[in-house]
């Protein structure tokens, strides 16, 4: 395939937000021709009421992908390292819980700064145009069309070599491939929903330890807070929508506050509290899952479009950014040939981001349980000690999903095996102390037994050679008995 070729090509990005610009930024580094469609107004010059900005976790995943477009460096320069999860117990104590070796860490970055970032990033790409506030209406895969309607109301027509569907969770260009044969789709809306506080700065510095992951587990729910750069907190309250509903006045939010989460009352301010939690009511999540993530060679989904999951793990905007990295990857494989491509990237992802998925369902247990329970804790300090010993075979879960390339499928598999492994070596290690101290005991217990039946005999013995008794005396003791037969 001759530039020639390369650059009639005309792709369409359906959804200006996180994926879809980083995917932009990669498409322009092969010379398409590149539409950006969004449906909002641009977030830059858009003034939004629409609660507090969203802080995310960037991980190694995420930043390889940036690294490809050369962002990286702007990018990490705007977050704060999170080094471990930092638990508060009821009772106000703090234990940190490191998430792997001292120079591992993740990123605490503002969603709304990123976004905006890589806008600008596209923006200053020739061969891409970004349109905001133009919605899709249509889109048809078969002929290479999509029908966007803009600010002027009138539809317009926009054909294409290839549409990629990057619009979230609720994506429109999904719907119209769950209309073809063969397209599996599942979602699932969990019981819990999240509710966004916050922890102002005091005195102008952070109120808390900043270089942590805050979190509040409580069993059945929990808070979590993520360090901002201008040394504030953004706090995530996550909590079945049936207690969401039990608090109604300020006084039963207070209450709630008091026996479950005391600590972070002075931090938040009972005024600011009160203010927050009633300012937007809880949200919903959701976990999606498809199959295939494309259309012959004509449409691909990626990011939340393909595998919208719940935010537990910190992965759902790494694994978006990491679909873009692969495809470029893929892209590269094959030389630019979409249907060659877009088969490869459906086998090669589906399984991987299925796998994130359940994980993310997993952690929430972890963080909100888990971390309470000492045998947790033990078994974290095993894995630690075990891939200090053998580095390249016992690696922890969270070291390959969040500081490594590991496939997220594989790295289950691999988690699963190391599970059975210490498993087997706990149990073998416990039968081993149990034996050997059943054999102490039994040898100890037998040696003080045999004691024990010496010593009538031994008294018997002593008071006859002291002449406590006179010998006849026993021997009076034994006749009367052997005359008595």
């Known amino acids: 395939m001759d530039s020639s070729d390369i650059q009639r090509k005309k792709v369409a990005v359906i959804g200006g937000g996180l ?187 952070f109120a808390m330890e900043p270089n942590y992951l805050h979190i509040w587990p409580r069993n059945a729910f929990m808070m979590i807070a993520l360090p901002n750069t201008n040394k504030s907190f953004t706090c995530t309250l996550f909590m079945p929508f049936e207690e969401f509903e039990k608090l109604l006045t300020s006084s039963d939010v207070l209450d709630f506050f008091q026996k ?67 495809f470029d990857e893929l892209m590269d494989k094959f030389n630019n040939n979409l249907s060659l491509c877009l088969p490869a990237f459906s086998r090669f992802r589906t399984p991987d981001d299925h796998a994130i998925s359940d994980l993310s369902m997993y952690n929430y247990i972890e963080m909100r349980a888990h971390v309470n329970s000492r045998w947790f804790i033990f078994q974290k300090s095993i894995e630690r000690f075990l891939h200090a010993l053998m580095p390249s075979t016992f690696i922890p879960l969270y070291t390959m999903v969040v500081f490594s390339r590991i496939r997220y499928h594989e790295a289950v598999l691999h988690w699963r095996w190391q599970k059975k492994v210490i498993k087997k070596g706990l149990f073998f290690s416990g039968s081993v102390i149990a034996m050997g101290s059943t054999y102490l005991l039994r040898h100890y217990m037998s040696s003080r037994l045999l004691d024990y039946l010496r010593r009538p005999w031994n008294w018997i013995t002593y008071f006859q050679n002291t002449a406590c008794f006179p010998a006849n005396s026993v021997e009076a003791l034994k006749i009367p008995s052997l005359r008595s037969r």
């Open 19 to 205: 994926v879809g610009s980083l995917n932009a930024c990669f498409l322009a580094k092969r010379n398409f021709q590149v539409d950006v469609y969004e449906a909002r107004e641009d977030i830059r010059v858009a003034k939004f009421t629409r609660g507090r900005s969203i802080n995310l976790a960037l991980s190694h995943r995420g930043r390889q992908a940036l690294k490809a477009v050369g962002l990286e460096d702007q990018i990490v320069s705007q977050g704060i390292p999170m080094k471990a999860r930092m638990i508060h117990s009821l009772s106000g104590k703090m234990s940190s819980i490191p998430y792997g070796t001292r120079s591992q860490y993740i990123l605490s970055i503002s969603r709304e700064n990123l976004n905006k970032v890589l806008l600008t990033a596209v923006e200053k790409c020739p061969n891409v145009k970004v349109h905001f506030g133009h919605k899709l209406l249509k889109c048809n895969p078969e002929e290479g069309m999509i029908t966007v309607l803009g600010s002027d109301k009138v539809p317009k027509d926009v054909t294409c070599d290839l549409i990629v569907g990057c619009d979230g969770a609720y994506s429109t260009v999904r719907t119209y491939l769950m209309k073809k044969p063969r397209f599996d789709y599942s979602q699932q809306y969990i019981p819990h929903g999240y509710m966004e506080l916050s922890i102002p700065p005091k005195n102008g510095d």
């Open 260 to 326: 479950y989460f005391p600590d972070a009352i002075p931090l938040i301010g009972e005024r600011e509290l009160v203010q927050d939690f009633f300012l937007l009511p809880a949200q919903p999540m959701i976990s999606v899952k498809c199959s295939s993530f494309h259309y012959e060679s004509n449409c691909v989904l990626m990011g939340d479009a393909a595998h919208a999951m719940v935010p537990f793990f910190g992965q759902g905007m790494n694994a978006g950014f990491e679909d873009c990295l692969v």
